[in-house]
């Protein structure tokens, strides 16, 4: 071999060595990147899942509860009056304060604990005249410290916890009286303007709902389409003008999606603002092309033999579409249909357009009750001061996460249980 | 006695012509055999037959193709009821990724033949019984067509052809992915089934040609260039092309 030859192959060689590295560098980078997103979205977002109590103790006094019958019913207890109860509760933690100074201990639960000792009693009605212990949302502020994300060495003007708090916070966590849980609300409860209560459960119901309605609508007329564009519209220059079309709205910004739905769906038809059923219907207007492109792809890629054979047997063009190709190109239609939702659940800019922002405290029932959706929710909390909405941010991204993340296991698995050999 | 009777058939795809004036008698229960080099147009022409030309969109037909007093390139023909009496088998086996019995279930399905499920356990399996497959896959009807072997799974595809009871069947080039055990026994069947069908085979093999047919057409560029009784076309042709071709001098 002489050396010009030499050269060439170790040249060759080396190109290939070079090129392995490039796409391991990038591999490397790529990885690297998602570590850093996971990392920062875990580091900030798990402690939401936690949530702080404060335990004291609540005496069920009759005479203050205003009950006067000696065997109170379900409805005496319903309609008690709770708030001297709920408040002594809070103001029994230090005896000594002056009454002008007592909002700083009622701050340190959330607003809604005199529903807290109602909810209580209501469920344990022999509770009634006894003392007991009872566990109350703990505030915003004093879930912070005790998640350690308030720093305390800061002067006090400049903190949200005054010292007073501060010391009535170690004395109680001293005595074990503050508990940190499973946050079991944040699953199940809906928007709040008050961080310590907030939850995903309108929006995640909201995204569900939207999802559902924007399968309903875009899946068969997605499909149909393809199947006719593909097996029996003739190949003219008018349907390649459709295909030119169909990818191209593939492409199209998905707020243009969301000012068609607004000038068309609520503005003509009057849909009800803010609700799933005109939200569904926007992202499926996203998700018709890819699901298009995807089940047009998948029904070309089913063998031409098979074509044959079922016309070859007499089958009409019907017949070998829908007892063959169709049934055959099912795993890619699915696979893509799944992502093509994967990707409207996470859409925000369209939901914004019509209305999907708007703040929610209650749990959506049907797709037609005002909803969130999750990505707009982690939106609208994106935009909230409060330490505890960074962290719910974090957690919601996280459970969106899941969300996508079993959504393309289930393309994998459709598209592994259903795909059939052919030959 | 003649079945099908081509006049002056002309095939353009596109603008390219396949086909150039070709007129044969294809004749009741033999076997035909057409043979040449690739691109010659045997298996265009076969496709017109039962209209499998239909599929590609460029592809444009002129002449006559009359089975049994019936025209077959005509508009008006039901191309259905055409290939339910004129079947086909493939180059490439093409089971349908069913099980083995919906697979030669499928044409008498569509069709309407069998009336019951013991009529069509019956159709089911005379037809592999036919295709002298049934002693290999009695046992496992319901396994996918697909997971057979090579042969087998071509022999599948004739029992699929002639569970409708065809008039005619026809074979393009059936043995072409098939090792010669599973070839053998391929040949065999069309022996058999010629008791009965009409069969128009394109084949590359010139033995084979030689073993299975009657008559035999030459092919070469898009004409036919000469048609006879197979003993004739072997042993002592007209034209010089075919004994070349035969001989193996070209193609």
Known sequence: MNNYKKNLLKKRYNAERRFQWYGKIAIGLALTFLAVFMFQIFSKGYSAFQKTWIVTEVHYDKELLLIDAESPSKDDLENADYYDVAYKAMTSLDPGLPEEEDRQLIQMVSYKYETEVKDLLLKNPDFLGKIVPIKLTASDDVDQVHKGNYPRDIPEKNRRVNDYQLQIYDMLNERGDILSEFNISFFTSPDSREAELAGIASSFMGTVFSILVCLAFSFPIAVLAAIYLEEFAPKNKFTDFIEVNINNLAAVPSIVFGLLGLGILLAVFNLPRSTPLVGGITLSLMTLPTIIIAARASLKAVPPSIREAALAMGASNMQTTMHHTVPLSMPGTLSGTIIGLAQALGETAPLILIGMVAFVNTIPGTPVDPAASLPVQIYIWSESAERGFVEKVSACIMVLLAFLILMNLAAQIVRHKFEKKWS | ?251
């Open chain 2, 1 to 251: 006695m003649s079945k099908i009777k081509a006049e002056n058939v002309n095939v353009y795809y596109g603008s390219k012509q396949a086909l150039f004036d070709v007129s044969i008698d294809i004749a009741e229960k033999e076997v035909t055999a057409l043979i040449g080099p690739s691109g010659c147009g045997k298996s265009t022409f076969l496709r017109c037959l039962n209209r499998m030309n239909d599929v590609i969109e460029i592809c444009r037909v002129e002449g006559s193709i009359k089975m049994d007093n019936l025209e077959l390139n005509s508009r008006k023909l039901d191309v259905v009821r055409l290939r339910e009496k004129v079947g086909m088998v493939f180059q490439k086996p093409n089971p349908f990724p069913k099980t083995i019995y919906e697979n030669v279930a499928y044409g008498p399905t569509i069709h309407g033949i069998a009336q019951s499920k013991e009529e069509m356990d019956q159709i089911v399996e005379t037809s592999l019984k036919k295709a002298a497959l049934w002693n290999e896959v009695k046992d496992r009807l319901d396994e996918i067509g697909t997971g057979l072997s090579g042969g087998q799974q071509q022999r599948l595809c004739i029992a699929r052809a002639i569970s409708v009871s065809p008039e005619v069947i026809l074979m393009d080039e059936p043995c072409s992915a098939l090792d010669p055990i599973a070839t053998a026994q391929i040949e065999e069947l069309i022996d058999d089934l010629k008791k009965e069908v009409t069969i128009v085979i394109v084949t590359h093999s010139m033995s084979q040609a030689a073993r299975v047919s009657q008559k035999t057409g030459f092919f070469h560029l898009g004409k036919l260039i000469e048609f006879g009784p197979t003993d004739k076309i072997f042993k002592n042709p007209d034209n010089q092309q075919t004994q070349d071709y035969i001989t193996g001098r070209f193609g």
